[in-house]
């Protein structure tokens, strides 16, 4: 079956070629054509012997050569027992500094360089037997003055000396850069004749190198180089050269090449599989061009990359694999076929590869994995957003498989330590913490799809010195970016914290016109948006805030009433969130939440914390509440209250809860928060409750 190139007209059976094909020339990065010219690969100190290990009782410690996605071939050497690498590039400018194990993702280690700007550092690696597979701020290609960006990189330290041991048929993928723009390129090789030809596809459809018409092959010879590489010469043009090497990895042959090319100008990264109809499900951990470090689990029917990206969002991409054509080689395959962005995708048994179509949208896209052969970690392992319960915003590391946490303030102050599993209450687990000094733990926390809903021992708001007392928190990993995607009218609940005092707030709010206005209803009554008086109206404007998934609200009557907040994504809703010291009055701290407007209260059963400290479980009907509790001074309470509706003109989604004597508080729900605040009598002013819905 032949296919074509362009995407216009495509029907499946095109789609292999549609998306790319070989495409000839450098500035497809394919080697150059005849009448181009490589530069002589750069020298770089390595040890002789390229499996020889640095001095260490670690022998995963050494020298590795690096091949970069910014078409550079460097030098990284690694201290597993000092914890401290170099990596030093083409030009001999070396970068230093230490590494150390991401706990959250046991066997990924964070470089430490002052080359990482971003919100998050996801220059990270992982090791096997003599490779290093990861991502580093290697310098932008062509960049003058000197930038650096996060982008992948194979290492390896075990090459093939004897050519013999070179044939083999590959599939060998390319990722690109030229002062014109990025470009990728899919292709089948072959080495025989005990590694003394070398042949490739060059040909706008990916063919198997048998099928390979004859005008699109080309042969060139292959002779031994230096320092363990391999020298291609092309049979036609004596001129054309081309140097690679042939690490071993996980017992496979692995073709990598990467450098300059000077007509026309191009820096490339080539790397080559084996070719192999066995297609198992993977698991690879690494990282693309785009700057994110994630997974990417792979079989016949799906790939799946979970990922972090430079800004700190965190998000999943699910795109369909397809099956093979009887031309294409059988360890080729398509992903996302019927969508606008289509990648290609090779693995072996220790690597996976993907690399975008050439396609405005796509090309220059290169994603290289480290496939993980033990058991899957936890899915819930990672790093969260917190909205606490003190006025603050944190970062909450879980390690659900070894139950660490790690609890970063915005100083970036880290309490940490160990969490169990409560054998009370399935589902549910306990934070231990020195900052406990009662006699009873209610810091605790349980989990959904992003989103972890708990309690921990928090800084007491404006507290100084600094003092602690366990307050509610909500945590997401999956806050909303796209600002349409803000639109909505949500029950706002607050509480607002001085050093001696506290107050609540109780509102409706509507974010509307593609997220780029918020109306807020600020009245004695608590009215519904549509139902509040024209002259109790805040209109505010809403803008990108200070991070990739917060945003900024401007009263449009008074600049100084300002503020952030997020949208994040649980069960399905949108939920608003925002904590933080309030920019015209420091001395004053706040939290938000806002629950989606909705008509139906079903019944349910929540889990959470609470201001006064205590966790416990609280079951909700038609018309009444019910919460047992425990208290960090070991008593236990339970506490009942009736509910009812906020009438005619009040919001759909909100009851009031009559508590015996003044105790009134208002109550809002989603598919999987609940929330409870108290009213502004002195009493009640600035309790606040979070539970996640069973």
Not at 141 to 147: D, F, G, K, M
Not at 384 to 402: E, I, P
Request: glycine content about 10%.
């Amino acid at each position: 079956m032949r296919m074509t190139r362009y995407l216009a007209g495509c029907g499946l059976a095109a789609l292999l070629a549609a998306c790319g094909g070989g495409g000839g020339g450098a500035a497809g990065g394919g080697l150059p054509l005849a009448s181009g010219a490589v530069q002589p690969e750069a020298k770089v100190a390595v040890a002789a012997a390229t499996t020889k290990t640095l001095d260490s009782a670690d022998a995963r410690s050494g020298t590795y050569r690096v091949y970069a996605a910014n078409g550079t071939q460097q030098t990284l050497s690694v201290d597993f027992d000092a914890g401290s690498y170099t990596m030093t590039d083409n030009l001999g400018a070396a970068e230093s500094g230490t590494f150390s194990e991401d706990f959250t993702e046991p066997g990924t280690y964070v470089f430490a360089s002052s080359r990482v700007a971003a919100v998050v550092n996801t220059a990270r690696f992982r090791v096997a037997a003599n490779a290093i597979v990861g991502a580093f701020p290697f310098q932008t290609a062509y960049s003058s003055p000197a930038t650096y960006a996060v982008q992948p990189f194979a290492a390896a330290r075990d090459f093939v000396t004897t050519a013999s041991q070179l044939d083999g048929t590959y599939n060998r993928f390319a990722a690109t850069r030229s002062p014109g723009g990025p470009d990728s390129q899919m292709l089948a090789m072959r080495i025989s004749g005990s590694g003394t030809l070398l042949e490739f596809c060059f040909d706008s459809v990916i063919y198997k190198i048998d099928l390979c018409p004859a005008a699109s092959k080309r042969t060139y010879t292959v002779a031994a180089g230096a320092d363990d590489a391999w020298v291609a010469t092309n049979t036609a043009n004596a001129n054309e050269t081309a140097s690679f090497r042939m690490a071993r990895i996980g017992g496979q042959n692995v073709y990598l090449s990467a450098g300059l090319s000077t007509t026309p100008a191009v820096q490339y990264l080539r790397i080559a599989l084996p070719d192999s109809s066995n297609w198992p499900a993977t698991r690879g951990v690494g990282a693309s061009t785009e700057g994110s470090w994630g997974s990417n689990a792979i079989d016949t029917a799906n790939s799946v990359r979970t990922a972090t990206s430079l800004d700190g969002t965190y998000g999943s991409l699910t795109l369909p694999v397809s099956g093979t054509f009887p031309s294409q080689p059988d360890g080729i395959r398509l992903l996302n076929a019927n969508g606008t962005r289509k990648y290609y995708a090779m693995q072996n048994g220790l690597l996976s590869v993907v690399v975008g179509t050439r396609n405005p949208n796509t090309q220059g896209y290169i994603q290289i994995n480290l496939i993980d052969t033990g058991t899957a970690p936890d899915a819930r392992n990672g790093r969260y957003k917190v909205y606490a319960g003190n006025g603050s915003r944190q970062t909450l590391a879980l390690n659900m498989d070894s139950l660490r946490y790690e609890m970063t303030d915005d100083t970036g102050a880290t309490a940490s330590g160990s969490f169990t599993a409560d054998s009370t209450e399935a589902g549910s687990f306990v934070f231990d913490s020195s900052r406990i000094t009662s006699p009873v733990n209610t810091a605790r926390f349980r989990l959904a799809t992003d989103t972890v809903v708990g309690a921990f021992p928090f800084a007491v708001a404006q507290v100084t010195p600094a003092s602690y007392a366990v307050r509610p928190f909500v945590a997401s990993r999956a806050l909303v970016k796209a600002q349409a995607d803000l639109d909505g009218v949500y029950n706002r609940l607050g509480i607002n914290l001085t050093a001696t005092a506290a107050d609540s707030s109780i509102t409706q709010i509507q974010v509307a016109n593609g997220g780029t206005a918020l109306y807020l209803c600020n009245d004695n009554v608590i009215y519904r948006i549509d139902n509040c008086p024209a002259a109790s109206v805040r209109t505010y404007t809403v803008s990108a805030g200070p991070t990739a998934d917060t945003w900024h609200i401007v009263n449009v009557a008074n600049p100084s009433d300002n503020g952030n907040f997020g949208i994040a994504r649980i069960g399905g809703d949108n939920v608003y969130l925002s904590a933080g010291i309030v920019p015209s009055t420091p001395t004053t701290s706040v939290f938000r939440i806002g629950l989606p407007e909705r008509t139906n209260w079903p019944t349910i059963v929540a889990r959470g914390g609470a201001t006064n400290g205590s966790w416990g479980s609280t079951a909700i009907d038609a018309t009444s509440y019910a919460r047992t509790q425990a208290l960090p001074d070991g008593t236990t309470a339970t506490l009942n209250a009736t509910l009812g509706s906020m009438g005619a003109i009040g919001p759909l989604n909100l009851r009031a809860a009559t508590f015996s004597g003044p105790a009134y508080h208002f109550a809002s729900q989603s598919s999987k928060l609940f929330a409870m605040v108290g009213s502004r009598n002195p009493a009640t002013a600035g309790a606040l409750e979070i539970g996640l819905i069973d």
